[in-house]
């Protein structure tokens, strides 16, 4: 009769360690793969493209745009002048913006303009007249910008070219 006692404890035993909950696995990782990312609150950009020349005063375009693609083609407000006539001459910049952070961005630009130039000459005397065409010039460059920070993007002796991307509180 004594092993009845010690049989019954026992089963009381086993029946308390099966009733405890099992320990959790451990936490899955994510799988593998490019880093999550983080939301940022959107927000408007000013980026301001200025250039001078030598013996000029600045000049500057502004755009106002979000992240993403940008576009304006405009006329510059100086003209050449071939035979008394007034040629405009245009300008086009564009780009896409790209923020990878609060204080830096990816900025992919094109900024060109056209220059007229005379391609041949007739008449003579007060009918003189002149052909002229357009060349298209420009610089294609992708780089990147510390918001708030200007930074040169081409220098030589017919100027210098600077940007300046500021990000607007929203």
């Not at 007034?86 to 220059?115: C, H, M, W």
Request: charged share 15%; proline share 9%.
């Amino acid at each position: 009769m004594k092993t009845y006692p010690v049989t019954i404890v026992a089963l009381l035993l086993a029946s308390v360690c099966h009733s405890q909950p099992a320990p959790l696995p451990p936490p899955a990782l994510p799988p593998p793969g490019p880093p999550a990312v983080v939301a940022r609150e959107p927000a408007n950009y000013l980026i301001r493209v200025e250039w001078k020349e030598p013996k000029g005063e600045a000049k500057y375009l502004e755009v106002l745009t979000t992240e993403g693609r940008f576009d304006l083609d405009t006329i510059q407000k100086t003209s050449v002048k071939i035979n008394n006539n007034e040629i405009p001459v245009t300008l086009k910049f564009n780009g896409t913006l790209t923020a990878l952070s609060d204080e830096k961005g990816r900025l992919q630009l094109y900024l060109g303009r056209t220059v007229p130039y005379v391609t041949g000459s007739y008449g003579n005397g007060l009918n003189a007249a002149s052909s002229y065409s357009q060349l298209n010039v420009g610089l294609n460059s992708t780089f990147i910008v510390n918001f708030g920070k200007p930074v040169v993007i081409q220098n030589d002796e017919s100027g210098q070219i600077s940007v300046l991307v500021k990000r607007l509180a929203s």
